[in-house]
């Protein structure tokens, strides 16, 4: 089981951004959790974090036919980026949208989620737990599908 764990702009100043919000871990925090869950879990996985939005979406058609399901956290595309969407749709991948902090409960402009409209699930509010919680989600959903 191979997945693919995209994180999008100013994820990687975790840990002194905002950390009200988004908590004290760092980015590299993230990385180790991800790490271990996925090596306790016999899982290969790829993360890649980038602030710019045709980057991202360059990872997603790249996952096409590579990997089995996509964990995405596209910060502030999530409410922006349909090309972010439209590349979710075009690999068809089972999908899983992460976020740190509960969007539904911060402003207004964050309410909206064009990413998730592609995705299976979502997690929020859980702080990086919620990337755990996304790999043992798509864990266990993919294994039903191969059954
Ligand atoms: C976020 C929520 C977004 O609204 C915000 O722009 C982010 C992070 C989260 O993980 O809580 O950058 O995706």
Redesign the pocket.
């Known amino acids: 089981m191979k997945l693919l764990i995209v994180n ?4 990687n100043m975790l840990g002194m951004r905002e950390p009200a ?2 908590g004290h871990a760092t980015y590299e925090d993230l990385k180790n959790l991800v790490k271990t869950t996925c090596k306790t879990h016999q899982i290969e996985y790829h993360i890649f974090q980038s602030n710019h939005e045709g980057a991202l979406v360059d990872v997603i058609q790249a996952a096409y036919d590579v990997y089995d399901g996509i964990i995405i ?7 922006t980026s349909i090309a972010i969407l439209d590349a979710l749709k075009a690999v068809g991948l089972p999908a899983v949208e ?6 539904h409960e ?1 402003e207004t402009f ?1 309410q909206r989620s064009y990413a998730g409209m592609a995705c299976q699930h979502t997690i ?1 509010g859980k702080g990086i737990e919620g990337y755990q919680e996304a790999i043992l989600y798509l864990k266990d959903e993919l294994a039903m599908m191969i059954d």
């Open positions: 999008g702009p100013n994820l919000i988004y956290n596209p910060a502030a595309y999530t409410h992460v976020h740190l902090s509960n969007i911060r964050r929020m």
